[in-house]
């Protein structure tokens, strides 16, 4: 695209966020959705994350806290089971770990290299104490 | 398609598709976000949205991205609330005349604002919004302080408070002026519904938001949303701040029907001083020092104040 002067620009801008039409948004999953790149569902914040959370799915017990106080909707929810966490997405604020209710605790922060099988082989155990 | 979307258990709720988007640029830990789903999860009818300038508009935004799946619009700081307006205006009339293309779709109006775009420079938009009678709902992510361009003090910014353009240090505390009682202002038009809202007591948030999608005419809803980078906590203890700021009474959670009916919605089973509430936070560090420990002090009797004040009017219906 050439490069436009300031008096080239159109004023105000409209965004569409999906190619086509979709008649149904609350009806329709984020998958089944055809997004257009305009949409920040294509971008990714991913390289903000120092601290990435891993999810260990034996400990879950789907009780949603963890998808309703997401501030980056990045945990999957489907069937009302929790699914896994969307990288793409996810900022590493922590929230999610912090609202987890099961001990030990279903979803844990790691630094953003750790391998995630060797995490959750390595997951800590039930604390007595908090119990 | 009118009719409310049912929401038992969170089990329940978790099965809604969103329609906003991640990758914005709002901090992590933000809780505007949160409460941002929340009011859209809560109904399953088409939206159409507005947000006045402030951290939600400029992050959720940035040009050539847009974070929202519904239609919505941003066109200057105090306006956003009259932008929704002047759309439902459009659709009534269009209704009226019969020309819409599918009239049984039932959108609802919301528009999004900080506190200062509402307290402060939208305060006259809004209020004629409420004053003729649009059916709109307003919601205020209530952060207390002009957070997107730096931390400048609002009117709902509390005593005490460090901002950085009432910064505490050697010769003051920080801001001075206490917090505008905006919900018991916007309950004086006599709007048929406002409330307090809490992003962590979702259900008692959903139903208050459900309840003013139903109502005829303007609705206000006032959510506090703690700041990570002005209120200076981790990250991670958003979802603790606002636990704390209910259980404190600092944000008691009550709704006014009518202009005159308050109910208190949430009673904390323990009532948590006010004192860990303001330790939690970095902004309120300076009160902790020996020569202004007494606001410490006020701070409970004005908050136990305003507790007795909205207990009595409850009792009293007035």
Redesign the interface.
């Known amino acids: 695209m050439a490069k436009k002067g300031w008096d080239e620009f159109e004023i105000g ?1 409209m ?1 569409r ?2 190619d086509g039409k979709i008649d149904d ?6 998958e089944d ?1 055809a997004y257009s ?9 991913a390289d ?1 994350r120092l601290i990435k959370p891993i999810f260990n799915k034996d400990y879950c017990i ?4 963890c ?8 945990i999957i ?1 489907r ?2 089971k929790l699914i896994g966490v ?1 990288m ?8 999610c ?3 987890c209710p099961t001990n030990p605790k279903s979803l844990l922060m790691f630094p953003e290299q750790a391998d995630e099988e060797t995490e959750i082989a390595n997951w800590p155990k039930k604390d007595e104490e908090e119990a | 398609m009118s009719e409310m979307k049912k929401i038992k258990n ?25 409460i941002v ?2 009011v859209l999860n809560a ?4 939206m159409v949205l507005s947000a006045s300038t402030g951290c939600l508009e400029v992050c ?11 239609s919505w619009i941003h066109i200057g700081f105090e306006n956003g609330s009259t932008a929704v307006a002047g759309a439902e205006s459009m659709y009534k009339a269009l209704k009226n005349k019969g020309r819409l293309k599918q009239p049984e779709r039932n959108p609802k109006f919301v528009s999004f604002a900080g506190d200062g775009a509402s307290y402060d420079i939208g305060f006259q938009w809004i209020s004629g919004c409420m004053e003729r009678g649009h059916n709109i709902m307003h919601v205020v992510l209530d952060n207390e302080v002009y957070a997107n361009t730096g931390g400048q003090r609002s009117s709902s910014t509390p005593i005490g408070s460090s901002a950085t353009t009432s910064p505490a240090g050697r010769v003051s505390y920080g801001e001075k002026k206490n917090k505008k009682d905006m919900v018991a202002i916007m309950a004086a038009h006599g709007i048929p519904y406002s409330a307090q809202v809490a ?2 007591k ?1 259900k008692d948030m959903v139903k208050k938001i459900q309840h003013g999608f139903s109502v005829d005419g303007p609705v206000f809803i006032n959510a506090v949303s703690p700041c990570t980078t002005e209120w200076k906590f981790d ?6 701040l606002t636990d704390l700021s209910t259980d404190t009474l600092v944000f008691p959670l009550y709704e006014i029907i009518d202009g005159h009916e308050l109910n208190i919605t949430y009673r904390p089973k323990n009532v948590i001083p006010v004192e860990e509430y303001l330790a939690a936070q970095g902004r309120f560090k300076h009160l902790f020092k020996d020569e202004y420990k007494y606001l410490i002090k006020e701070w409970q009797e004005r908050v136990d104040a305003n507790w007795a004040y909205l207990q009595r009017r409850e009792e009293a219906r007035v």
């Open positions: 801008a965004l966020t999906f948004i609350a009806g329709t999953r984020q959705r790149q305009n949409s920040s569902y294509t971008a990714s914040v903000w789907d009780c949603q806290f998808w309703i106080y997401c501030p980056d909707v990045s929810s069937d009302k969307d793409d997405h996810c900022k590493g604020c922590g929230i770990v912090e609202v | 969170l089990k329940e709720f978790s099965t809604s598709a969103d329609r906003f988007e991640g990758a914005n640029l709002l901090c992590p830990g933000c809780a505007h976000s949160i789903r929340e109904t399953n009818d088409d959720t935004a940035v040009y050539p991205y847009t974070s929202w799946d519904a992003p962590n979702w990250p991670k203890d958003t979802m603790h």
